[in-house]
């Protein structure tokens, strides 16, 4: 069930974000909000969403969290510890907070809330502040605004695992 406020964009092009269908509700002042309608694609085998997809929703709200007071630059993860409290079913919620900066890092922490507002999963981030800079010796590609440029995604057939 879609939410009943309007959801924001995101200010930057993550595909992965987009495949999973994460929506932004809120992003200001040291928080941000993202939501999820789980498909049967997000779930385990154990019918109920998988951890990853929690721990992404956890990462995207931290990040953003981390990125609303100084939209002008990119986050990266440098660690996040999650801790799962329950089964998460049904729409989700992810809460980022942002607890403390400086001129180069982040420290947040973010929940994951089912539509009863029951507490299914917690996590604390560090996030590095990265302006998009080149680096010796390798392509620092510009952060992504638009669509994926055509020649950045290949319809090969993955290769075998053996």
């Known amino acids: 069930m879609p939410s009943p406020e309007a959801d924001l964009p995101f200010s930057v092009h993550i595909p992965f974000v987009e495949l999973l269908g994460l929506r932004l509700c809120r992003w200001d002042e040291g928080v941000a909000e993202i939501a999820l309608?789980?498909?049967?694609?997000?779930?385990?085998s154990f019918g109920v969403v998988h951890g990853g997809v929690s721990m992404t929703l956890l990462d995207v709200a931290m990040a953003h969290a981390a990125r609303s007071v100084q939209r002008d630059v990119g986050v990266v993860t440098i660690e996040m510890k999650t801790t799962f409290m329950q089964a998460a079913k049904g729409p989700l919620r992810a809460h980022g907070r942002l607890l403390h900066r400086t001129a180069t890092l982040a420290f947040t922490e973010g929940e994951v809330r089912d539509a009863q507002g029951r507490l299914c999963a917690h996590a604390s981030g560090t996030f590095r502040y990265v302006r998009r800079l080149p680096a010796a010796d390798r392509t620092v590609h510009p952060l992504q605004t638009k669509a994926v440029a055509p020649d950045a995604?290949?319809?090969?057939p993955a290769a075998p695992c053996s």
């Open 37 to 44: 309608d789980p498909t049967g694609q997000h779930l385990n």
């Open 153 to 156: 995604v290949s319809d090969a």
